[in-house]
T-cell receptor
C-alpha cells in the first residue's frame, strides 16, 4: 500500500492564481481531512469528508473548496490564492467514524503564495 | 469549545533518560480520542499513541506511554530511554467523531532535543 499520497510536494503561486492540491489514499478509508500547519501553530482542520459525496467544514475553511467523488481522492482547491494561504498542507485519512481510529497523514505540500 | 494546551515550547533530555511531555485538554464531549504525533525535521507526521476517553488503563506502545488523568484533563506523553532519533516536534491532539461530524484539535507542539 502507498498509504496517503499528496502532490505536488512544493508549489509557488502568485496572488490570485488558482490550483488544486491532490490527495489520494489506497486503504479504503471513509474519513479524509485537510489540515494546514503554520509556524508556531499546530495543525488546523480545513475541510473533511466522511465518505464519497459528503464534505464538511473544519476550523479554517475560508478560501478553500473540496469535493469527494470517489473514496480514494480528496482534492483541495484554492480558487484565488492569497499570501495568508502560505503554509504546509497535510491530507489525512482514517478508517471509520469513531474517535479511536488513528489518522494516517500524507507527506505534506509546502505552498508559498507571493 | 475544544482546546489542547502544550505549555513546553522546548525540552532537553539526556540520551537514555526518560522525559515527559505535557498535554492538557478541554472538551464538553464525553467521548473523545487523544493522540500523540511526532514530526521530525523531515516534516512527516508519525502517529505514536492513542488513548480513548473511556479507556481505564493508560496506553503504552513500546517506549511510549500515555499518562492519562481524566479528572485533571491531562494526557502526558512519557518517552522512556530516549534516543537521538527522538529529537523532533511532538504534537498532542484530540479527536471527536460523532456520525458525520468530526472535530480535531492539535496543540502547538513541544520541540524535544535529545542530548548525547
Amino acid at each position: 500500500n502507498a498509504g496517503v499520497t499528496q502532490t505536488p510536494k512544493f508549489q509557488v503561486l502568485k496572488t490570485g492564481q488558482s490550483m488544486t492540491l491532490q490527495c489520494a489514499q489506497d486503504m479504503n478509508h471513509e474519513y479524509m481531512s485537510w489540515y494546514r500547519q503554520d509556524p508556531g501553530m499546530g495543525l488546523r482542520l480545513i475541510h473533511y469528508s466522511v465518505g464519497a459525496g459528503i464534505t464538511d467544514q473544519g476550523e479554517v475553511p475560508n478560501g478553500y473548496n473540496v469535493s469527494r467523488s470517489t473514496t480514494e481522492d480528496f482534492p483541495l482547491r484554492l480558487l484565488s490564492a492569497a499570501p495568508s494561504q502560505t503554509s504546509v498542507y497535510f491530507c489525512a485519512s482514517s478508517r471509520s467514524g469513531t474517535s479511536e481510529n488513528e489518522q494516517y497523514f500524507g507527506p505534506g505540500t509546502r505552498l508559498t503564495v507571493t | 469549545a475544544q482546546k489542547i494546551t502544550q505549555t513546553q515550547p522546548g525540552m532537553f533530555v539526556q540520551e537514555k533518560e526518560a522525559v515527559t511531555l505535557d498535554c492538557t485538554y478541554d472538551t464538553s464531549d464525553p467521548s473523545y480520542g487523544l493522540f500523540w504525533y511526532k514530526q521530525p525535521s523531515s516534516g512527516e507526521m508519525i502517529f505514536l499513541i492513542y488513548q480513548g476517553s473511556y479507556d481505564q488503563q493508560n496506553a503504552t506502545e513500546g517506549r511510549y506511554s500515555l499518562n492519562f488523568q481524566k479528572a485533571r484533563k491531562s494526557a502526558n506523553l512519557v518517552i522512556s530511554a530516549s534516543q537521538l532519533g527522538d529529537s523532533a516536534m511532538y504534537f498532542c491532539a484530540m479527536r471527536v467523531v460523532r456520525g458525520g461530524y468530526q472535530k480535531v484539535t492539535f496543540g502547538i507542539g513541544t520541540k524535544l532535543q535529545v542530548i548525547p
